[in-house]
């Protein structure tokens, strides 16, 4: 059986998927009411504002994508050029992440909506752009739309019984773990914000702690090599 290093795990991506899950479920209870993991919304109201002459509000959602967009640049700067004692990228991003995660749960509600909304942007963009591959399957860490496309695929060729069963399966097992991690995020961040309300995200820190000590202790263990794979260029 082929073993993989820590970071490309599938356990690490479901954490991952799941703290998601619970971002876009904060950011809908108590950050404003809208989903911040991904940008086709924003491009589509962006769109729709520009269209109807509103110009105002057009420039208003070129910000969270203006957001997005930077994370992706970050994430693809830092790993090029700066070298981190025997640590990837991988891991110093879970470490920010906790960083910032922190800093918003001291954000008082009354506080515009936009601050955390656009540091979300920033967080998944990076994460996204970041953690790319689970043990050889491509995977994203922030949304669905891929791993219901897969499901669609290895459902219908399990159900055609063509070649590959096996390989079928595992993907259908893989990307519907995803699914469910993200939707018990979501769950949580439904109840947490109820009791919370905008502190509720701190409990995020429980699983993104676990998730950067075991990653760092991965680094460790690897040594100076742990660097020669940072995900950059894809």
């Not at 690490?12 to 799941?18: C, D, G, N, P």
């Not at 809908?28 to 269209?51: D, E, I, P, S």
Request: glycine residues 10%; charged residues 15%; positive net charge.
């Amino acid at each position: 059986m082929k073993t993989y290093p820590e970071y490309e795990k599938r356990w690490v991506f479901a954490v991952l998927i799941f703290v998601a899950g619970f971002y876009g479920g904060y950011t809908l209870c108590v950050r404003g009411g809208v989903f911040c993991n991904g940008q086709t919304g924003n491009l589509a109201l962006l769109g729709v504002a520009l269209g109807g002459g509103n110009w105002r509000r057009a420039v208003y959602y070129l910000i969270p994508i203006s957001a997005y967009l930077l994370g992706v640049m970050v994430s693809e700067t830092i790993p090029r050029h700066v070298r981190w004692f025997r640590l990837r990228w991988d891991t110093l991003l879970t470490l920010i992440e906790i960083g910032l995660v922190l800093i918003m749960g001291f954000i008082p509600a009354t506080a515009p909506h936009q601050i955390c909304q656009v540091t979300i942007n920033f967080i998944c963009a990076m994460q996204y752009n970041t953690f790319r591959r689970a043990e050889g399957m491509s995977m994203a860490t922030t949304f669905c739309v891929n791993h219901i496309r897969v499901i669609g695929i290895s459902l219908t060729q399990l159900l055609s019984r063509k070649n590959r069963q096996t390989e079928s399966a595992d993907k259908f097992r893989a990307h519907g773990t995803m699914i469910l991690c993200f939707i018990i995020g979501a769950v949580s961040a439904g109840a947490l914000c109820r009791i919370f309300e905008v502190r509720a995200i701190w409990w995020m820190l429980i699983p993104l702690a676990i998730l950067s000590a075991d990653l760092l202790l991965g680094d460790l263990r690897e040594g100076k090599n742990s660097k020669k794979s940072n995900p950059v260029g894809q």
